[in-house]
């Protein structure tokens, strides 16, 4: 079983065990260069307090969102296996689970979450909508595990789509703009609003696609794992991996974005729940196979029973896990976007504040991250 492959921000000694690291004191100076002002000295003393074991960070609780798919790694193991809880010193987590990142960016703007897993396609509309004023990227995840799966009666080559019903997770999610990208540079045209034209694009929650694909009211999707495995399990082909369509196989699939009051307020907070990230992947590439099960116990929780072998198998290796946000991509998914006609073109200007990571990395002995020219004004 081959193992979720690294990168070299993520490549680190493999443990053997998880070790409970010292929380890393705030320095004052670094928090105040990031725009924190004056609320930063309090910060800065209670994560202090906080590293030692003494007062607590300054919220009581953090909404986190995330998906149950499998390219949520990150999300779907750090809370199974608590290590993201072990860094907030009795903070509380209140997790939800979400289908697709458009609802998980109103629950944001609506004030009702504090720290998400998502998409680039939803993240860059939620940051677009807002002007700038609502939430920012902090940290990547995943890249890879998407693909467009199809039944290999009535599909056998990718000419083949044209008149047929392809399903994604919901309009304007990350696979949705990934689709009709494709379908307008095989000359197809597409109605981005409706769905119909060349190929119908059919919104579907991943958890009624694999029943939609098995009854023939669709005919393939173009989906995230385990969706996409799963729809394999019941008689479909892989006719693309979404990785191939990139220069260096590699786009963000998920990040970590916060609101951004939530970071001026608790910036003690994020950055303890991104210790948390950061030593999760390294738990997750260092343990494969006992990450792949912990993620399907998490997604058994979530779905009353876990994926077979033969889901999660082929799906769990096909799926790349790292600290790096891959700012590059997401820039080349917002033109995407544009190009489908989803949005107008974005200024993505301070999109990225990767300060609190780089802290965390560069402490963890490990290489920082670029946000491409993406980053915050400090």
Known sequence: MPAIRTTRTTRTTARRGLVAAAALPLLIGALASCGYG??????????????????????????????????????LVGLQEGLIEKELNGTTIKPQAFNAGPSEIEALNGGSLDIGFIGPSPAINGYVKSKGSNLRIISGSASGGVKLVVNPDKIKTLDDLKGKKIATPQKGNTQDVAFLNWIGEKG???DPESG????????????????????????????PEPTASKLVSDGGAVLLDETALWPDKKFVITNIIVSQKFLKDHPDVVEAVLRGTVKTNEWINANPDKAKASA??????????PLDAKVIDPAWPSILITDDPLASTLKTQAD????????????LAGIYDLTLLNKVLKAAGKPEVSDAGLGATK
Request: net charge positive; hydrophobic share 35%.
């Open 38 to 75: 004056s609320e930063a000295k309090t910060e800065d003393k209670k994560a202090n307090a906080a590293s030692t074991g003494g007062e607590k960070l300054s919220a009581t609780e953090v909404r986190i969102g995330y998906f149950p798919n499998l390219t949520h790694a990150t999300a």
């Open 188 to 190: 197809w045209t597409v």
């Open 196 to 223: 119909k034209g060349d190929v119908s694009v059919v919104r579907t929650d991943n958890k009624v696609t694999p029943d939609a694909f098995k009854s023939g009211s669709i005919d393939g999707a173009w989906v």
């Open 296 to 305: 399907n116990a998490k997604l058994a929780a979530e779905g009353g029973k």
């Open 336 to 347: 995407y976007a544009v190009k489908a006609k989803l949005i107008e073109q974005p200024d």
